[in-house]
Every structure is written in C-alpha cells, then in structure tokens.
C-alpha cells in the first residue's frame, strides 16, 4: 500500500491564482481530511470528509474547497490564493472519524504565495 | 481559537535526560493522541488514550491521560538522538471537534 500521497510536493503561485492539491489514499478510509500547518500554530483542520459526497467545514475553511467523488480522492481547491495562504498542507485519512482512529497523513505539499 | 495548549514550546535536553511534554484543554475532552513529527516529515501516530486516568507505555514513552480528562503528559526517559522532532498532542471535544496542541519542539544533543 503507497498509503497517503499529496501532489505535488512543493509549488510556488502568485496572488490571485488557483489550484488544486491533490490527495490520495488506498486504504479504502472513509475519513479524510486536510490540515495547514504554520510555525507555532500545531495543525488546523481545513476541511473534511466523512464519506464520499460528504464534505464539511473545519477551523479554518475561507480561501478553499473541497470535493469527495471517490473514497479515494480528496482534492483541496485555492480559489484566488494569498499570501496568507503560505503554509504546509497536509492531507490525512482514518478508518473512522478523525480523532477517534489512527490518522494517516500523507508528506505535505509546501505552498507559498508570492 | 486553539482549545488545546500545549507546552513548553521547545525544550533542549542532553542526551541521556528526561523530557516531558504537557497537554492542557479547557474542557473536557473524549479523547487525547499523540504525534511525532520529525524535521521536514509528516506527523504520525503514536497512541490514542480515552479512559480518565490512563497510562499506556511504549519503551521509553510513557503517556498520561488525567482524571478530569482535560489534560495529558508524554515523558521520555533517557532520551536518544533518535527522539529529536516535535510531539503534538490533538484532542476531541464532546461536540466531536478535533483540536491539535502548537506542538514540543525537543532537541537532543549527542
């Protein structure tokens, strides 16, 4: 099993661009869910998924969006990035709901917005 | 805001000395975990308590969880280069919110 993989592993963008970050996993999880990371503040959760075609906000949701059409795939979406957005992202899943099970995470993708 | 406190932020020991890492809410929680980041990688698992009052071990890893369910403590004894990383601790609310502490960073010396 390749677990939990993000892509891509780094990107640079400027103010104003979009993109997506991808998220993948193979241990058929139900649960999925996206966290930033920056200096001192731990993990905070974005988004997260409890199911394929459930999706639901966390603690830090404004600037993103996200999409479950798969059990396997759980894209995180930057509409029109920001500077504040510069962080480390990284994209975990568990069997069952976050917090009550073993949470995979997968390497991270390094942002930074110019 | 962050409801689960962490601390102390860093904490630089020689190798072969004790650390301890505390985990405070300011409610009750369901649960505690513990994660292991090392430099430039991702957090993994390390335990998970739920019952007040629990204490599990892992070699020298010994995880607290207190009696009111709203603190916890990781100590690691005799420690190796090996430990360098930071150690999250992430709690659930009773409205089933999952809330990771700002993290220990430990530095061990050779």
């Known amino acids: 099993n390749a677990g939990v993989t993000q892509t891509p592993k780094f990107q640079v963008l400027k103010t104003g661009q979009s993109m997506t970050l991808q998220c993948a996993q193979d241990?058929?999880?139900?649960?999925m869910s996206w966290y930033r990371q920056d200096p001192g503040m731990g993990l905070r959760l974005i988004h997260y998924s409890v199911g394929a075609g459930i999706t639901d906000q966390g603690e830090v949701p404004n600037g993103y969006n996200v999409s479950r059409s798969t059990t396997e795939d759980f894209p995180l979406r930057l509409l029109s990035a920001a500077p504040s957005q510069t962080s480390v992202y990284f994209c975990a899943s568990s069997m069952q709901m976050g917090g009550t099970d073993t949470q995979y995470f997968g390497p991270g993708t390094r942002l930074t917005v110019l | 805001g962050q409801q689960v406190m962490q601390i102390p932020q860093y904490q630089h020991v020689q190798e072969g000395e004790d650390f301890t890492t505390y985990c405070n809410s300011s409610t009750t929680l369901s649960n505690i975990q513990w994660y292991k980041q090392r430099p430039g990688g991702h957090p993994v698992f390390l335990i998970q308590?739920?019952?007040?009052?629990e204490v599990k071990k892992q070699k020298r890893l010994t995880f607290q969880f207190g009696e009111a369910k709203k603190n916890s403590s990781l100590h690691i004894t005799a420690t190796q280069t090996t430990d360098v990383g930071t150690y999250f601790c992430?709690?659930?609310?009773?409205?089933?919110?999952?809330?990771f502490g700002s993290g220990t960073k430990l530095n061990v010396k050779p």
């Open positions: 992430a709690g659930l609310d009773n409205f089933n919110k999952f809330y």
């Open positions: 241990m058929n999880h139900e649960y």
């Open positions: 308590l739920v019952k007040s009052g």
